[in-house]
């Protein structure tokens, strides 16, 4: 009897709460990740999904609800549940290897296991030869693939880690994800408002509504990886998925216009 | 030294083809730099002279830079070390006049660094204690709130009355010229660290400790630097305060003689050393910049290329 990766129960969040300036970004969150699953949270820009993985990484606490990473209730950041933001997630003041070994850094591992370790990552994922490079001089597609590789957890959460990549480096990375992903039995969370990504990746797609952001659907994608954008099943999938975001979208849209004039 | 072989490699007469390749590279990329520096002064002094020429300029009150630069030995004189206004000393004495001019920078030079190192130092410690223990941001912030727009001018007598004369009142004005500034700029650089690298630390499990020492001192090198270029030249203006009234000896005193003896040649020779001085300084730092901050992309190296 496994506990699930990830359980999320009625899980709201709160900005700035008790001011002026307060909002809701999350309300009566209820979702199970399994172990190994790969969930990819859809919705409009501002709709919270960026803050729903804040708080299952535990950098951020919740206002309602409680979230347990495989039974343990989350009460802060832990290694086993590590985030991948758009950018910026490797240290551009230590090479390539001491970014993948900065949390063995952390436990006081000596510099030379250190080192050999980082050498079997990057080797296994093929990045073998930025061993020795500064973030700097890597590509952006480049980059990500190391913050990946220097990640080891249970759960990878993932905040629209492509976003910043040009569509055919997009492509790859996505193909790289699933390769870690089924190398390393972990989970993803993954939040992006792309259709076609959320399509590419996903066993489930959960969409959300605009701010506030609450689970809308539920949508389960059955069909076998790399899966041909082009097939028939994918164009009906895909309409649906549009159908429930654009409604989203008016709504997102609508709501900043009222402040706008407010 | 047993390490001979690699000692004698790297001392060799001929320098091998990479490193003359280097040398060439260096020299390419310094030639416009320099040439258009060149240009840049000449423009300046060549406005000067025309409106020397033009009898625009009064050269009783602004000599032209070939008034004020002919008679070097002659200036040079005037920056005599000897304590004069102690009783039986001769007004010949004291060091030669190059050695004198040397003293007289040198000692400028030490108020200035001594002065920026301890500011630095004292307020990067002390910024970064604030921001990582609550209690010692109450205690102090407000404080150094209040002292921070004071001016240096202010600090003159305290200065004085702490210190009497000599160089403790000098460095003490950089010092306290620089302080209040850096702390309140290293905790500003403090709040701007990206919050992601912040972020990816804890993830990684990383404690408050390990955050400040791993992280946020990296992450605001860059930042600090700068700032401390900026208060260089804030040091070389407060120094020259500090020893018009309080110091035997060194480039403020000097200009203060000019002004009480009605030498514009003297300030003026003196202002172009402190120039150089104080440009010197600035590529010295830069350089240190360069090596310390590796890790940043030429062109983006903050003020690093400007």
Redo the contacts between chains.
């Keep these: 009897m496994s506990e699930p990766a990830i359980c999320c129960r009625g899980v709201g969040k709160v900005w700035a709460a008790g001011t002026e300036r307060a909002h809701e970004a999350l309300r009566g969150i209820d979702l199970i990740v399994e172990d190994g699953e790969f969930v990819v949270v859809l919705g409009p820009s501002g709709c919270g999904k960026s803050t729903l993985l804040y708080l299952i ?3 951020e606490e919740t206002s309602a609800g409680e979230i347990a990473a495989h039974g343990v209730p989350v009460t802060g ?3 086993d ?3 991948i ?1 758009q ?3 490797l ?4 090479s390539v290897w001491q970014n993948v070994s ?2 063995l ?3 006081g591992v000596g510099k030379a296991e250190q080192r050999e370790i980082s050498r079997q990552v990057l080797f296994r994922t093929g990045l073998a030869e930025t061993f020795d490079k ?3 001089e890597l590509s952006g597609g480049l980059r990500q693939r190391v913050a990946v590789a220097a990640m080891r957890p249970k759960v990878l959460l993932m905040d629209e880690p492509f976003a910043a990549l040009d569509v055919q480096t997009r492509a790859k990375m996505q193909g790289f994800l699933l390769d870690v992903w089924r190398e390393s039995g972990a989970s993803v969370i993954f939040v992006t408002h792309h259709i076609d990504e959320a399509m590419a990746l996903a066993d489930r797609v959960v969409v959300c509504t605009a701010r506030p952001g609450r689970i809308k659907d539920i949508v389960t994608i059955d069909r076998p990886r790399p899966r041909d954008p082009f097939a028939s099943e994918a164009v009906a999938l895909r309409r649906k998925l549009t159908e429930l975001l654009s409604a989203e979208v008016d709504r997102a849209f609508a709501e900043q216009e009222n402040v706008a004039i407010a | 030294m047993t390490s001979t072989p690699v000692a004698s490699a790297r001392a060799a007469p001929f320098p091998s083809a990479p490193q003359w390749r280097r040398a060439r590279g260096l020299l390419r990329s310094w030639l416009p730099h320099l040439g258009w520096t060149i240009v840049s002064v000449g423009l300046f002094a060549a406005i000067w002279e025309l409106c020397w020429y033009f009898g625009w300029a009064d050269p009783r009150l602004l000599p032209p830079p070939h008034v004020f630069l002919s008679d070097l030995t002659g200036q040079a004189k005037f920056f005599n070390t000897a304590q004069r206004w102690q009783v039986g000393v001769d007004s010949n004495a004291g060091p030669s006049p190059a050695v004198a001019v040397l003293i007289t920078i040198l000692s400028s030079t030490m108020r200035v660094f001594a002065g920026l190192g301890l500011a630095t130092v004292i307020s990067i410690c002390l910024g970064v204690a604030i921001r990582y223990f609550r209690l010692i941001e109450h205690l102090t912030l407000p404080t150094i709130t209040l002292l921070a727009p004071v001016s240096p001018v202010a600090w003159l007598p305290v200065a004085i009355f702490l210190f009497g004369i000599g160089n403790g009142p000098a460095i003490f004005m950089v010092f306290v010229a620089l302080f209040f500034h850096m702390i309140l700029a290293t905790i500003t650089q403090i709040d701007g660290v990206n919050r992601n690298y912040i972020n990816v630390a804890r993830t990684m499990g990383a404690s408050k400790w390990q955050i400040y020492r791993r992280v946020i001192l990296p992450a605001i090198l860059p930042g600090l630097l700068v700032v401390l270029r900026f208060n260089l030249f804030g040091a070389w203006m407060v120094v020259l305060i500090a020893e018009a009234t309080g110091v035997g000896f060194g480039l403020g005193q000097v200009i203060m003689m000019a002004r009480n003896t009605f030498n514009p040649s003297l300030v003026f020779f003196t202002i172009v050393i402190i120039g150089l001085l104080g440009f010197g300084c600035d590529f010295l730092l830069r350089q240190i910049q360069r090596r310390i901050l590796y890790w940043l992309p030429n062109r983006t190296a903050g003020l690093a290329d400007v």
Excluded at chain 1, 91 to 94: A, M, R
Aim: charged residues 15%; without cysteine; positive net charge.
């Design positions: 990484a535990g950098l950041p832990a290694p549940r590590s985030l933001f950018e910026t997630s240290f551009p003041w230590l900065f949390g850094s952390l436990r500064r973030p700097h």
